[in-house]
C-alpha cells in the first residue's frame, strides 16, 4: 500500500531480471500494477513503473515496445535516472549504440553513482571497439564498488583486472554464477577464452557451448559464443548460437 517502496522494488526487480536474469519479472509486474491501481501515485512513481515496465519488456523480447514505455517515463518530467538507464537498454537491443550510449550519459548525468548505467555505458564502448574508454568507465564502477560483479566480468572480457581488486572473475564466478544466469554464461565464455590460451580446444568448445545454453539467454553471450566456437571451427554449433542471438 506504499507507493514510493511499490516503485522501488518495482525498479529493483526490473533491473535483476535485465541486467542478471534472476526470476523476478512477476514481481516487477505485480509492484507496477500496485501503482497503477493507486489513484495518487506521485510522479516519481509513476516514472518508475513505467521504466520498470519498460525492462521487462525487454527481457520478454520486445526492445521496441520497451523503448516507447521507456520514452512515456521520460515524459513525466521526474528526475529520475532509471528511465533513462531503460531507454539505453532498449537501444542497446536494438543495435543503435549512439542512442544506447547517450542515454546512458544522461542517466548519468542525473545520477553519478548509478553503477549500472555506468556498467551499461562501458558495454556500449566495448560493443564500439573503445576498449580503453571501456576499461576506464569499468574501473571507476569497481572503485565505488569493489564488488560489482558485471563491471568484473566484462572487464575479465577486456583481459584485465581492477587494480588492487579484492576479486578477480573466477572469485567473481564462484560467488555470483549459480544466482545470475547472466553472469553464469559470461564465467563460461571467460573459461572458454582461457582454455583456447591453453590450446585446450575441446575445454574451449565445451566452455562456450554452455554459454549459449544459458537461460535466459543473452543475445550479447550468444553472439560471443558464436564467435568463439566459429574460431575454433566448430561451425555447426557456432551457427546455432547465431541463429538464437
Known amino acids: 500500500e506504499d507507493e514510493e517502496a511499490a516503485a522501488t522494488v518495482a525498479r529493483a526487480s526490473a533491473m535483476l531480471a535485465s541486467d542478471y536474469g534472476l526470476d523476478e519479472t512477476a514481481a516487477a509486474r505485480t509492484a507496477a500494477d500496485a501503482i497503477d491501481a493507486a489513484p495518487t501515485a506521485s510522479p516519481?512513481?509513476?516514472a518508475l513503473e513505467l521504466a520498470s515496465r519498460a525492462l521487462v519488456e525487454l527481457v520478454a523480447g520486445q526492445p521496441a515496445r520497451s523503448a516507447a514505455l521507456?520514452?512515456?517515463?521520460?515524459?513525466?518530467?521526474?528526475r529520475q535516472a532509471s528511465p533513462?538507464?531503460?531507454l539505453g537498454r532498449a537501444r542497446f537491443r536494438q543495435g543503435d549504440l549512439a542512442a544506447a550510449g547517450s542515454a546512458f550519459q544522461a542517466a548519468l548525468v542525473r545520477e553519478p553513482g548509478f553503477a549500472e548505467a555506468r556498467a551499461a555505458w562501458a558495454e556500449v564502448w566495448l560493443e564500439w571497439g573503445e576498449r580503453d574508454r571501456?576499461?576506464?568507465?569499468?574501473l571507476g564502477v569497481l572503485r565505488r564498488t569493489p564488488d560489482h560483479g558485471r563491471s568484473g566480468m566484462l572487464l575479465a572480457e577486456l583481459g584485465a583486472d581492477a587494480p588492487g581488486s579484492r576479486e578477480a572473475w573466477p572469485s567473481i564466478c564462484v560467488r555470483d554464477a549459480a544466482v545470475s544466469p547472466v553472469t553464469a554464461a559470461a564465467c563460461d565464455l571467460a573459461r572458454a577464452e582461457e582454455a583456447w590460451r591453453r590450446h585446450d580446444r575441446g575445454a574451449a568448445i565445451g566452455f562456450a557451448e554452455t554459454a549459449g545454453?544459458?537461460?535466459?539467454?543473452?543475445?550479447?553471450?550468444?553472439g560471443r559464443a558464436a564467435q568463439l566456437l566459429a574460431s575454433l571451427g566448430a561451425v555447426d554449433l557456432a551457427s546455432a548460437s547465431l541463429d538464437e542471438a
Request: cysteine-free.
Open 44 to 46: 516519481r512513481a509513476q
Open 70 to 78: 521507456a520514452h512515456q517515463s521520460i515524459s513525466q518530467g521526474h
Open 84 to 86: 533513462l538507464f531503460a
Open 134 to 138: 571501456a576499461k576506464d568507465a569499468l
Open 213 to 222: 545454453r544459458r537461460r535466459p539467454a543473452e543475445p550479447r553471450a550468444l
